[in-house]
């Protein structure tokens, strides 16, 4: 990727429009990284469950949404500018001594009582930002490639039935998928991912927590 221009290549779009997903690293500096986790890091305790999701507005952590991580979701949205957040979702995972296994998938903006339509979109592109490196078996966010065609080919074939995220969310499993992939991250890179891409988070079976922002444009 030509970091400086912060212009994806003609063949990071095409794989991202086939596949659904696209990781990219070298778009936010290392120390804006570690600013950020070293935020996220201070007085965090374990919730009780296996993750923490939490909304936060510290400075340090919105620096990550830098000019370059914005440009490159514009180019995946077709859009114009992808503003700054002013909040943004937090993922942490905790580690635990339960055994790995493949996660069941899902959309975003699926939850019945929210009635996002599926066509259009509730939002262009979505994205993961790693605070923290993230090996196999740590957390890391799994994706079922192609997904996203189809989802949105089931979508336009059935309107009525699929006319909210919810309904395609609910038989998201009849669907016969490609084999899903597990992410492996270093602290910094960045998942986009198109709104109809299956995914899910996974089990930590690491030391340390494993810490994410997401958020969508």
Request: proline letters at 6%.
């Amino acid at each position: 990727m030509n970091i400086f221009g912060a212009k994806l290549t003609a063949d990071e779009i095409a794989r991202y429009r086939s596949q659904g997903y696209l990781q990219v690293s070298g778009l936010i500096g290392a120390r804006t990284i570690q600013a950020a986790r070293d935020v996220m890091l201070r007085g965090l305790q374990p919730s009780g469950g296996d993750s923490l999701h939490a909304f936060r507005t510290d400075s340090a952590v919105l620096a990550c949404f830098t000019k370059s991580v914005r440009s490159a979701a514009g180019q995946l949205a077709n859009a114009r500018k992808c503003s700054a957040p002013r909040t943004v979702y937090t993922i942490t995972v905790f580690p635990t001594s339960a055994p790995w296994q493949w996660p069941a998938p899902h959309i975003d903006h699926s939850h019945e009582q929210d009635r996002h339509r599926t066509i259009p979109p509730p939002f262009r592109v979505g994205c993961l930002i790693y605070l923290t490196d993230t090996p196999l078996h740590t957390g890391g966010t799994v994706v079922w490639p192609e997904s996203h065609r189809q989802l949105e080919a089931a979508a336009r074939a059935a309107p009525e039935l699929y006319e909210y995220m919810s309904s395609l969310n609910r038989d998201i499993r009849k669907f016969d998928f490609l084999s899903p992939q597990e992410i492996t991250a270093a602290a910094g890179d960045v998942l986009f991912y198109d709104y109809l891409c299956a995914h899910a988070g996974s089990l930590n079976n690491g030391s340390a927590p494993r810490i994410a922002l997401n958020h969508k444009w």
